[in-house]
């Protein structure tokens, strides 16, 4: 049974940092791409970012470009999103996904295993 678990959300205040953190098991997580996606209140799930099989390529929602970073450690079976030059607009449950391609996708369609989430909050 695959499963993703998500730690690292919390309340932060804008301009801070946060760094969330997306453990996998039961599956051979290395072969895989994995991307984050976001859900705000009253707002359709949206893409955050996206990490291909072996950390080569990356894309990101146009939204937070520059201010966060997905990374993988394939041995430890867990990637990680660094969110730097958080908004109040960020806020928003946070979810860790695993596609069943190599490459990175935006669309969440690939992504057919998810985690349960974790809130992350920017107080203005």
């Known amino acids: 049974q695959v499963q993703l ?3 690292g959300g919390g309340l932060v ?3 801070g940092s946060l760094r969330l953190s997306c453990a996998a098991s039961g599956r051979t997580f290395m072969n895989y791409a994995m991307g984050w996606f976001r859900q705000a209140p009253g707002k359709d799930r949206e893409f955050v970012t996206a990490i291909s099989w072996n950390g080569g390529t990356t894309t990101y929602a146009d939204s937070v470009k520059g201010r966060f970073t997905i990374s993988r450690d394939n041995p430890r079976n867990t ?3 660094q969110m730097n030059s958080l908004k109040p607009e960020d806020t928003a449950v946070y979810y860790c996904a695993s596609s069943i391609y190599r490459g990175v996708s ?3 369609a690939p992504y057919r295993y998810w ?3 974790t809130q ?3 107080s203005s």
């Open 5 to 7: 678990v998500e730690s």
């Open 13 to 15: 205040q804008a301009g």
């Open 79 to 81: 990637i990680s999103l």
């Open 106 to 108: 935006t669309d969440s």
């Open 115 to 117: 985690g349960q989430g």
């Open 120 to 122: 992350v909050t920017v």
